[in-house]
């Protein structure tokens, strides 16, 4: 009878054990896949960040042109400026989608996305602006 009682005292160690150990996993996995989705976020972040900044800069860079312009300079790197802040833009809506898909597959809150679609129809506003004045600026020059 006593080997009896301990073989079943065994046997629930074990099995708690195994559950224990099952329990452990599975938190692993869940936490290691919270992280890898964080480095991807991160990731996303760092590109829209280095997209908008890279953008501001070829705003300068077009303000300086049209400044150049107005006093009858030389300026013709407008059109690449404008292709380069045209693509630039199409980059980060790309991203912005990616992300997007990103944070609903993870059910992430989007609290944010508000901003950054009033940031890209500023930026794009202006590039479709600056457009506009430079076809018919350029058929007068």
């Not at 009682?5 to 290691?32: K, S």
């Not at 992280?35 to 991160?42: L, T």
Request: glycine share 8%.
């Amino acid at each position: 009878m006593r080997r009896f009682d301990f073989a079943i005292r065994l046997v629930a160690a074990f099995a708690a054990l195994a559950v224990l150990i099952v329990a452990q996993g599975l938190l692993n996995r869940q936490i290691a896949t919270e992280a890898q989705q964080q480095v991807v976020r991160g990731r996303f972040a760092g590109d829209l960040v280095s997209g908008l900044l890279e953008s501001s800069a070829t705003k300068q860079r077009l303000r300086a042109w049209s400044l150049r312009a107005l006093i009858g300079a030389a300026h013709e790197d407008g059109e690449m400026l404008r292709a380069q802040m045209g693509s630039t833009l199409e980059q980060l809506d790309k991203i912005n989608g990616q992300s997007r898909e990103l944070d609903y597959l993870a059910g992430a809150s989007t609290n944010d996305e508000d901003d950054l679609d009033e940031v890209q129809h500023l930026h794009s506003g202006s590039v479709t602006a600056l457009k506009r004045p430079s076809r018919s600026g350029s058929s007068r020059c």
